[in-house]
Nanobody, 121 residues
Framework: QVQLVESGGGLVQPGGSLRLTCAAS????????MGWFRQAPGKERELVAV???????NYADSVKGRFTISRDNAKNTVYLQMNSLKPEDTAVYYC???????????????WGQGTQVTVSS
């Protein structure tokens, strides 16, 4: 019942920036962690960044210092600001949200459809 809609992907030159947005909608009681995974051709899925409901963050070593994750709890939206992009960042980026539908249920992971990020000269 939770839908995640991503936007902001595209083609950018090395050193450029992109900002990804993912908004959750549906019958949502609460959301705990939100974050971003990515998957490039020939590579395993990689956790890029996570942010808790209270704003604590964790990043993959490969993106530390370049990417910033943030969220707007009132909008059920998570963002990923990507700076100093490298060709190695090229991948499909998927957002996720650990959401509960009722006060009595647990939180389960919901996924977006993915958005393509391509970093190339």
């Amino acid at each position: 019942q939770v839908q995640l809609v991503e936007s902001g992907g595209g083609l950018v030159q090395p050193g450029g920036s992109l900002r990804l947005t993912c908004a959750a909608s549906g019958s949502i009681f609460s959301i705990n962690a939100m974050g971003w995974f990515r998957q490039a051709p020939g590579k395993e899925r990689e956790l890029v960044a996570v942010i808790s409901k209270g704003g604590s963050t964790n990043y993959a070593d490969s993106v530390k210092g370049r990417f910033t994750i943030s969220r707007d709890n009132a909008k059920n939206t998570v963002y990923l600001q990507m700076n100093s992009l490298k060709p190695e960042d090229t991948a499909v980026y998927y957002c996720y949200a650990d959401a509960a539908l009722t006060p009595l249920s647990g939180h389960y992971t919901n996924w977006g459809q993915g958005t393509q990020v391509t970093v190339s000269s």
